[in-house]
């Protein structure tokens, strides 16, 4: 008679892979990486492993909401969880949490390579989200993506700061519980901003100062978002343009298109828009709608036409604005 043998499942660690070749942990990978390879790290709470990367056109591959990176208190290079230097790299799926370093300027990915894309992921309680420097010719491109600010309000710092590069581009990103910095602040040369959420809603406990700032001026297309400030903001101002221009100057053309957002102020006062003087700045703001106190802009020369009174949403939109994006 022949027994019965159970079936017992086998257990694998996770583990992060190139091809058929598997490592204990992503930094391991990435030091193995070649340009071109395709990076899948497995979905598992990794807790300390920071890395620096070098290789280009890589693509990192993890599965959205189980694939979490906490810096556990570590940095690579004393910046952030991930230094990429290598150009086009390509991240999907990978939350981040808690990027920290003694100066306080910790992030997520600091960018020092070429181009970036990050899609669906998620940035939890860093220093700052994407941090990138001077790279003129660099696109970075952000969507479906949510970046939620540091706790400590001691020490303020970006949801995302970009430097210095040709573009930046932002779809279906919700930015919000700001503390102390700005939701979005880009010196990019060209911002294509486009359906996203920057928030600090009531109940969130978000205290941004700016929830949108472009400093160095440059080109600016705003369209189809929503922007939230709570009522505790440490800047009442919504949106600025313009505010570092005479120290740091974006070489121009200079412009900016503000079409069909929605700005919702539960400040007592403030400013919807602040544009500083820009010499030769082309502009126009059509079809928003501006909810709450403050006027509606700050500026010399501008075109403005088409936006909607809150009386005319009707009740369930005003209800729910805060939310469209």
């Not at 979005?184 to 700032?213: H, M, T, W």
Request: proline share 5%; aromatic share 8%.
């Amino acid at each position: 008679m022949l027994g019965c043998v159970a079936s017992i499942p086998l257990q694998l660690e996770a583990a992060t892979c190139i091809e058929q070749t598997c490592y204990p942990t992503p930094s391991a990978a990435f030091k193995a990486a070649k340009r071109g390879d395709t990076v899948r790290i497995d979905a598992q709470d990794i807790h300390g492993d920071v890395a620096v990367i070098t290789a280009s056109h890589l693509r990192i591959i993890g599965t959205p909401g189980k694939t979490r990176l906490f810096a556990a208190g570590k940095s690579a290079e004393g910046k952030g969880i991930w230094v990429i230097k290598g150009s086009n790299t390509s991240i999907e799926g990978i939350e981040f949490h808690q990027a920290e370093v003694p100066f306080h300027n910790a992030a997520a990915i600091r960018l020092e390579g070429g181009h970036l894309r990050v899609h669906r992921c998620r940035f939890i309680h860093n220093r700052t989200s994407i941090m990138a420097g001077k790279m003129p010719s660099a696109v970075v491109s952000i969507t479906d993506t949510e970046i939620e600010g540091h706790p400590d309000t001691s020490r303020f710092s970006h949801n995302l700061y970009i430097g210095e590069i040709g573009r930046l581009i932002m779809r279906g990103v919700w930015s919000h519980k700001g503390n102390g910095g700005h939701l979005l602040k880009s010196r990019a040369l060209f911002n294509d901003i486009q359906g996203n959420r920057f928030s600090d809603a009531p109940g969130e406990g978000g205290v941004s100062s700016y929830e949108v700032e472009f400093p160095s001026a440059g080109r600016v297309l705003f369209a189809g978002n929503v922007v939230e400030q709570s009522a505790q903001s440490a800047n009442q101002i919504m949106l600025r343009y313009g505010a570092e221009f005479e120290r740091t100057p974006n070489p121009g053309p200079h412009s900016i298109r503000i079409l069909q957002n929605t700005f919702i102020n539960h400040a007592s006062g403030g400013l919807m828009l602040k544009f500083d003087p820009v010499p030769k700045l082309s502009s126009e703001i059509q079809a928003n709608v501006f909810l709450g106190a403050g006027m509606e802009n700050k500026m010399g020369n501008f075109r403005s036409a088409g936006h909607r009174p809150p009386e005319s949403l009707p009740a369930a939109e005003r209800a729910y604005a805060q939310f469209r994006y």
